[in-house]
Structures are given as C-alpha cells and as structure tokens.
T-cell receptor
C-alpha cells in the first residue's frame, strides 16, 4: 500500500540556518512525488515535484529536493531559511487507482526563530 | 477567479444537521479532488472526479458523505446527519489533466465544526 512518512512532527531552526525536512515513501512503482506548504488558514501551495529524470529538483522560494530511490526518500532542503518559511510542510505521493490520488504525510511544522 | 474557490470558509453545524460544501475549480480543469484534513494531520483523499464522472470514491468514510459535479465544473460535497468526528477542514483541489504526475491546485478549504 502507498504511504508517506514524515518522521519529524516539528522542527525549529534559526533564521539563516539550513533546513532539511525528511520524507520517506512506500510505493510499488516509480512514484510521483510532491512537496506542498501550508500557511495558517491557507490552502496547500506546491513547492516542487518529481516525475522523472534528474533526481535533484528545484522549486519555488529557494527550496530543492532530492529523490533517492535506494532510500525511498524525497527530502526537502533549503540552504538559508527565512522567517517567512514558517509553515506546515507536507510531502505527498501521486498514486491511486487512476494515478492521481495524492497520499500525504502527516506534515512537519517549521518554526523559524530570529 | 484565478484559483480554486471554496465556500463557505467556515461552517458550524449541530450534530445531525446536513451540510453542503462548495468548490469552484480553476476553469477548464478536468480533475477535481476532495480531501479531509483533521487537526494536526495531513489531508486524506475522499473522492475524485474526471469532468462530471466520479471515478474514485474510495475515501468517503461513510454513506453519509456524497459528492457531485453534475456539469463537470462546480462540485458539492454533502454530509448528511453530521457527527462530531466529521469536524475537519475539507479541501478541494483541481488539476488541468489526469494522471499522477499532474499538479493539483488547492483551495483554502472549508473548516467544518460539528457541535
């Protein structure tokens, strides 16, 4: 069965520090992988996606993620965090009977301290 | 509008009441999804439409939940005889095409509180 695990429920980083949010997935075939960000009271916004090809993908707001098939991981990174990055981050895999059902992890809440 | 629009943004219902949640997807988007997001959890799939056809409703938690998209555009999620466990944010998303490699655009959600 498809599933997504985000091991870190909450992370606190200092502004300007680097960030890595972990995501592990379970899926029988080559997955379609996504990272979404959700600010309070807002909908989910796509940060980046991996479909195929280069395993290092660049997204918006300076985020990047690397697909590692051997580790079933798709970790999100940012070299220097800004206070405005404080939000909830969700990793998702695109799957399902029709290939377009998204399975989300439980999310990682990011706090940025000055 | 430019994005996915959901209404109402907030809904308080008494237990046993019926509710209807509306989703206006991005114009021309073929696929429409409904998700349920409980407090502190990630969104969980409820149902999927391709145009007016409901192709997957495997995530609907009970027969009290019903969704429709009669003209392949606006969709309504109806919950009958609401229960406290139905309290959640209900998210709607749409995408231009079908397939697991398509980007989904999400609305801001409807927060349902059942008292």
């Amino acid at each position: 069965a498809q599933s997504v695990t985000q091991p870190d429920i909450h992370i606190t980083v200092s502004e300007g520090a680097s960030l890595e949010l972990r995501c592990n997935y379970s899926y029988g075939a080559t997955p379609y992988l996504f990272w979404y960000v959700q600010s309070p009271g807002q909908g989910l916004q796509l940060l980046l996606k991996y479909f195929s090809g280069d395993t290092l993908v660049q997204g918006i707001k300076g985020f990047e993620a690397e697909f590692k098939r051997s580790q079933s991981s798709f970790n999100l990174r940012k070299p220097s965090v800004h206070w405005s990055d404080a939000a909830e981050y969700f990793c998702a895999v695109g799957a399902g009977n029709t290939g377009n059902q998204f399975y989300f992890g439980t999310g990682t809440s990011l706090t940025v301290i000055p | 509008g430019a994005g996915v629009s959901q209404s109402p943004r907030y809904k308080v219902a008494k237990r046993g009441q019926d509710v209807a949640l509306r989703c206006d997807p991005i114009s021309g988007h073929v696929s429409l999804f409904w998700y349920q997001q409980a407090l502190g959890q990630g969104p969980e799939f409820l149902t999927y439409f391709q145009n007016e056809a409901q192709l997957d409703k495997s995530g609907l938690p009970s027969d009290r939940f019903f969704a429709e998209r009669p003209e392949g555009s606006v969709s309504t999620l109806k919950i009958q005889r609401t229960q406290q466990e139905d309290s959640a944010v209900y998210l709607c998303a749409s995408s231009k095409t079908t397939g697991g490699n398509t980007e989904a655009f999400f609305g801001q959600g409807t927060r349902l509180t059942v008292v």
